[in-house]
């Protein structure tokens, strides 16, 4: 008896091409997870001191939620200054996974083709991103300005027991120019 041995090419590559798929969706969901230990709702407030001293009451709220795509986060921030209107300041991104294991990248506007994309920071627009490290969910904002300098806002938001820290600092051109700190509840 005589065996005729077949080879077979997808025989020898299903086990890698089904390791590949198995740990591609662990990455995305990994990612995924990361995010969504952040969803909900903080509230709170922070003194915010100027440079020549002054102190201004902010009130601060940030809602971080699920997208189809990745996640999003509004946030408000409302000056409290004596003898004026409260200012308030509201923004609110798109986050979507990029090919970096925990890094996001901002959907801000739809190009020609309807895909989210980044805004130009060339054009004066802001560059935004964001990155999950263990408990810190940080977003960047960085602009460039008319002359090439630049200024960078970094949003550190860290959950906590009730709640999470937030740690907000501006750099322009090197030199720190504010930190904002504050603990947000948990609503």
Same mark, same amino acid.
């Given at each position: ?7 077979? *090419? ?5 086990? *890698?091409?089904?390791?590949? &798929?198995?740990?591609?969706?662990? &990455? ?28 201004? *009451? ?11 795509? @990745? ?54 627009? *802001? ?7 263990? $408990?810190?969910?940080?977003?960047? %904002? ?8 630049? %200024? ?10 009730? @709640? ?5 600092? =501006?750099? =322009? $051109? ?14």
């Amino acid at each position: 008896m005589q065996f005729i041995k077949i080879f077979n *090419p997808l025989k020898n590559h299903i086990l *890698p091409v089904f390791s590949l &798929i198995v740990a591609m969706v662990m &990455i995305a969901t990994n990612a995924q997870a990361d995010f969504l230990n952040f969803v909900g709702t903080y509230t709170g407030s922070a003194l915010v001191v100027a440079a020549d001293g002054t102190e201004t *009451p902010r009130d601060l709220s940030v809602t971080i939620s699920e997208t189809k795509k @990745g996640f999003r986060v509004h946030w408000k921030s409302i000056d409290q200054k004596k003898n004026k209107s409260p200012k308030e300041k509201s923004y609110t991104i798109e986050f979507v996974p990029s090919n970096r294991d925990t890094v996001f990248a901002a959907a801000m506007r739809k190009n020609l083709f309807g895909h989210e994309v980044q805004l130009n920071p060339m054009e004066g627009e *802001p560059y935004v991103w964001s990155r999950i490290e263990g $408990d810190t969910l940080t977003l960047y %904002s960085l602009h460039v300005a008319e002359h090439g300098g630049y %200024s960078l806002q970094q949003y550190d938001r860290t959950i906590t027991k009730g @709640g999470m820290n937030l740690r907000f600092k =501006t750099i =322009t $051109d090197g030199a720190v120019q504010r930190v904002v700190e504050a603990f947000l509840q948990r609503q």
